[in-house]
């Protein structure tokens, strides 16, 4: 089954390097090759383990590896799935955060589930990814991907973010709102759930497109074909600074008369352009 | 292009028979063959139409129409979907009632609208159907189609309804509420808009569950793939009656213990299984 | 304090009889008068009881009671809260049903909670309860009160429900709906949170209405003073029957033209206009 | 009726002037003394104006004019009655903006409209308005007042906002969310409607706390008494700036352990802690 296994770690407490050293430990009990990403492994006590495992940087990790297993929270492991999209690995949580949606197993039963999963009692759940692109005076600015969501949320302006939305080119609306949120079928239970979007099936391939606090009355979530290319137009009237988040995180500040295409296919890397999903790992127990 | 036009109308007042009896002389004048449903052309003013015209019953329409023009609201076009679904058939709606979702051209414009579009200025849109089963003690008692909506409503109880839902045999939840839609992309802009659903794009082959007045404050529209088998059975130990729905159209009282499959799968008809969706014509001006 | 305490229990199984008898024996023992309600003695087993205690119908309770001890769950309770709104009285709940909101103390907990209740170690909250009329060709059909909520709602009719609703004689709107809750403070958490309403907090004079799966997209929870007289009209070109509930139970099925007018005010006993209010009891611990 | 006439006016271009002008031109016809705020004044091109009229600040337009016409949209208008609230004072609005729930009159209409008003024919509304402070430390930070909204929302931060909220001193809730409502009625119809909130009508003495994005699918909109006090404490753990809002204008950005107390109590200026209200006008026709 899974015969090199990569490991990325959140930097933290002595909880963090508690669960590293005995993930370590474990793997390396069952005489799997393990990798070890560098950025994580500084936490690593003993340098021992150094010597034992293989420390790279994540673009090894994204080659070499076929299991690659994040200890976190979902934030991490969103983060994991955004950089190693363009590689073909499964994804594992181990779950050291609030809440986990992503996240499956808990630290105490670490040992337990991982002895199932790499004997083959696991679900694989292939998760697709949404890549952005902006665009300021036809030039493209900045890009980004997510497993999540792409949000497009007002920031430093005291009146709503107006905004003009298309899908595959046809005029959809123009409104006035904090923002909009575009999520995946996975994050469909995430911030656009919070902003009033209904839950995606995972094997849906879907978009759901959320107004956050829309001025009008009539707004309502709509889904739309998961290949659709979506564009997001700041209007060019509009003052102040909106921002682009991608999975929560801030990628982009917007001005007035940007654009913002969002769709499914890796339009950064052309030579994958296929590898677009990351496929999560859940237990069977 | 269109050789043979079938016509349905609802039945009604002057503003009915004038507008059937001008898309007859329209149609004729045009040299195309038109038959009229059986029950709507009792409407027929001039006896001199009958002759010059075929009356039919619906399965004749159906097997000898290519387009079928329904004089009404969305109610009339929503039956004479459901009526004609097992056939291979366009519809278009001419719209006389309070609002029309479906039925796009408005009897002022009727001529016009019929030119442009007889002559091949019109967009086709594909829309499924679904079809519903209930069954009692483990013995089918009867069944449904729809175009809009399935749905499970309390009706004789002063209690909420309490049931339980599956997706392709997966627990999904045990709810206490009003009821449950199960909604087309083409009835998600109507009652399970109304009961907080979102919008689903034509397009996508996907069904929507919205709870109407749910007990729990988690309870959200939830988005699933359209080939999927839902199946609801009314909680046992729940006293009184329940009502099934189809379109908005009362089909069957139901009883604790019911259950009831929901799927886009011609399931009484098995000789015509893939003709399950019907398609809709709106004029290009 | 308390001086002469009333009883009323739901018909019900063992665990309520067990209640019942558990309850008369530890009000005896603090030599508290104590009076059945004569419909709910009927489960007192052993016949030595009835002796001890007095057996008396719901309106000696009211006018000689100071306290009212109600075994059952919220239905339970809102029917006494309903019949006893006339008199001078105050309300505790012993929970034996799914989810309390207005029944506050467990059955296993019971005699520590009363305990301090008859020692003073409670809180009172005046809840007042609403009062609803029918009228049909300007003739009063029938009337009916309600402690959490006043709802029309259709019935046996295949399309939505069209009403208009006025407060205080000004008109507010038309709308086609599933129906209207008009809920108090004390509703507030019940159906019409369900219907998508807000939560208002207890000291509050104010009711809300909720429209339940309104047809216009831009309806909205509106909450109005507590002494508004709000007017409901069922639409004359309706077809079909609707019903008008009271807190969850059917009290008139109503037909097009049928006007329900609803206010705090005891319109049915004007000897007793103020007593409108019922007083909920809370233990402190 | 009304004597003395105070003017402000949004700056803009060639229709507020010609606005502005045609004001000033009608109320002198009518031998009303006229005062015009000075920052506004600057905007009248012919110097004669400034001879015959009064150009004066805000306090004098507050302590001598009856009434104040304010010309711009809701939001110059929610300006001048914050600036205005300490004096008893009746506010007018011409709508030269958007959307004006709060400004009736439009500039064509403006003077019959007006004829009317000073003739009598109006409406009164009073308003109430909330007050907030920002303690730092437990030193008192900031203060400020709004007519519409007290909003708290998270700004420079990736993660969702955590905060606690108490009324009266009592516990409401510890939410995860962008931020907080706070709204009088009047603000009901603003932003606290496009976050999920309720219509409240603008007599009741209520205030609204609406969630904005909720991490829970449990958080509800409250109503609560008008003379409640709200505290909502940002959670010291939290990492990033969050901000302060009054009626949409950012008042006070926000630290970890900021404490933000709300209610509808002058507190800046004891002297006229009655003065709460402005006097909103509504023509009659």
């Known amino acids: 089954m899974f015969k090199s296994i990569g490991i990325i770690s959140k930097l933290g407490n002595a909880q963090v390097q508690d ?4 993930l370590v430990k474990f793997l390396r009990n069952r005489s799997l090759e393990v990798i070890i990403d560098v950025t994580s492994a500084q936490q690593l006590l003993s340098s021992s383990h150094h010597e034992l495992n293989i420390v790279a940087d994540l673009d090894v990790l994204g080659s070499r590896c076929d299991l690659v297993i994040v200890i976190g929270g979902d934030g991490t492991l969103l983060q994991s799935a955004r950089l190693l999209a363009k590689y073909d690995i499964c994804l594992l949580g181990i779950n050291l ?5 992503l996240t499956d197993i808990s630290p105490s039963d670490m040992e337990e589930y991982l002895s199932n999963i790499l004997n083959g009692a696991f679900l694989e759940e292939d998760r697709f ?5 902006v ?3 036809n030039q493209r600015l900045s890009y980004t991907n997510a497993l999540n969501d792409i949000v497009v949320h007002r920031w430093n302006m005291s009146h709503m973010l107006t905004f003009e939305t298309t899908i595959n080119g046809h005029f959809l609306n123009q409104q006035r709102a904090d923002g909009l949120v575009v999520a995946t079928p996975t994050g469909s239970t995430a911030y656009a759930l919070s902003a009033g979007g209904p839950i995606i099936h995972p094997s849906l391939n879907a978009l759901v497109l ?4 829309p001025h009008t009355l009539t707004s309502r979530p709509i889904v739309v074909d998961g290949d659709s290319c979506i564009q997001i137009t700041i209007n060019f009237e509009q003052t102040g600074e909106a921002q682009l988040n991608s999975d929560g995180v801030l990628r982009q500040t917007l001005q007035p008369g940007d654009r913002i295409t969002i769709e499914n296919t890796n339009i950064f890397d052309l030579s994958t352009p296929n590898l677009t999903t990351i496929i999560l790992l859940y237990g069977l127990n």
């Open 19 to 22: 669960c590293l050293e005995r």
């Open 97 to 101: 955060g609030r809440l986990g949606f």
């Open 135 to 137: 665009y300021r005076d």
């Open 129 to 133: 990814l949404i890549y952005a692109e």
């Open 210 to 213: 959320v107004t956050i606090c």
